[in-house]
């Protein structure tokens, strides 16, 4: 562990009798420029406007601070996506597991990955069967010790379309609403039937049981979207009631979103649908996708991220990444930009820990959407916390909560 010298500049207005204060541990000097008052009561008291203050801060090697450490104070588990390739390498391997507690497959639980056209042909109903990056991850984050978000079932995309076709064939027609609830219910079923009977079940703590199903304008989302077109309105309700009625206790159902900024009513409003006939909701929370910009006005996040859990549900970022930039305009990984991400990751993850914190929200875990920008979706954007040599950016020091290392300038503050 290193030592590092930092000249920090405080503007603080502090009170303190003398011969109690002690201005700085034995690891600070401090330099004060001081207002000497004498109270009513005679007691002297030192009054700082402003203090200089040289203090010496640990700096750890990267290899000695783990992000799961530093979430599990504040009762979170941090998660990463996880892909075949990852769990192939010693050295990725080596940062994931130091690094995260938790992960979610990136595809491999997909609704185009997890069911088989051919046994759903010759048994007539369809079936899910896992596929082999499914269980090789599977079986990776047991010998690990990983915890497992599931994602995700219902959903428009990624989704095969023989699954709504009479005799699972693509250019049959579709099947009717009936036939449709019953593949639903089904494949819900099987899910959480065929994860306990692998013995994969108890790595589960949440679940993605739809995806994605509305719009900004409030709209529910009609495009593409087979669910909806042979269902009806109802599907997402009827989603929940079978997620609710096979899931184990253990695992947490969720309905996952993206733009919960720019949909925060909408989700309010929907999820207060989500009910049993006494009013019990059908759902345990609300997935904050939290695919974010460098511009993206965070005070309106935080609020969102406030208002989604004063639903009384629990609220988890499911798959935080910050571009640098905007949606419209991605912006260049200089000096100055990757400081800007550190403290926008800094600045966010504060916020939503001091809302846990409070009580405020009811969050069991933060996941990012993986960990270095090379293997991001969002690649141009350089969204996450390293970079393509697998070194910590200032975001990896924001998201650790370590200010002085995440593109703060402390002297200016
Ligand atoms: C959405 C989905 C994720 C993933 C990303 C892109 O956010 O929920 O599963 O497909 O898009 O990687």
């Known amino acids: 562990m290193k030592k590092r010298v930092i000249s920090v500049l405080l503007a603080l207005s502090l009170v303190f ?37 040289e203090e010496v801060i640990e700096e750890k090697e990267p290899e000695e601070i783990h992000l799961k450490d530093i979430y599990a104070e504040h009762g979170l588990k941090v998660g990463t996506c996880l892909t075949p390739s990852m769990i192939s390498s010693a050295s990725q391997t080596q940062l994931i597991t130091s690094q995260f507690s938790s992960v979610t497959m990136e595809n491999a639980m997909k609704p185009d990955y997890i069911f088989s056209k051919k046994r759903s042909a010759e048994s007539g109903e369809l079936t899910i069967h896992f596929n082999d990056d499914m269980i090789a991850m599977l079986d990776w984050a047991k010998e690990n010790n990983m915890a497992v978000r599931g994602h995700t079932l219902v959903w428009y995309s990624q989704t095969p379309k023989w699954i709504f076709c009479k005799d699972f064939d693509p250019k049959g027609e579709f099947v009717d609403r009936d036939e449709m609830l019953k593949r639903m219910e089904s494949m819900i079923k099987q899910m959480f039937e065929q994860l306990e009977e692998q013995g994969y079940s108890d790595l589960f703590y949440a679940y993605d049981i739809v995806n994605e199903a509305w719009m900004e304008d409030g709209s529910m989302r009609k495009d593409n979207n087979y669910w909806y077109k042979i269902i009806g309105d109802d599907y997402l309700w009827y989603a929940f009631y079978f997620a609710n009625k096979y899931a184990p206790e253990h695992i947490d159902i969720y309905y996952n979103d993206y733009n919960e900024q720019f949909k925060t009513n909408t989700l309010v409003n929907f999820v ?142």
């Open 17 to 53: 009798a003398m011969g109690c204060g002690q201005t700085g541990s034995s690891e600070s000097t401090v330099s004060v420029s001081e207002n000497v008052t004498v109270s009513e009561e005679n007691e002297t008291s030192v009054e700082t406007t402003e203090t200089s203050v």
């Open 272 to 413: 207060k649908t989500l009910v049993d006939e006494d009013g019990n909701y059908l759902i345990d929370g609300i997935g904050l996708q939290a695919h974010l910009y460098t511009s993206d006005d965070l005070t309106q996040y935080l609020r969102t991220v406030e208002t989604l859990g004063a639903t009384g549900l629990k609220v988890q970022m499911t798959e935080l990444d910050v571009c640098l930039g905007s949606y419209q305009k991605f912006l260049k990984a200089d000096e100055d930009n990757l400081k800007k991400q550190g403290r926008y990751y800094y600045n966010l993850i504060n916020g939503v820990l001091e809302l846990v914190d409070s009580g405020k929200i009811e969050m069991d875990a933060i996941t990012f959407w993986g960990y270095c920008d090379s293997m991001s979706w969002r690649r141009e954007g350089s969204p996450l916390l390293y970079n393509a040599v697998n070194k910590p950016k200032y975001s990896y020091y924001g998201a650790a909560q370590m200010k002085e290392l995440a593109g703060f300038n402390l002297q200016e503050e």
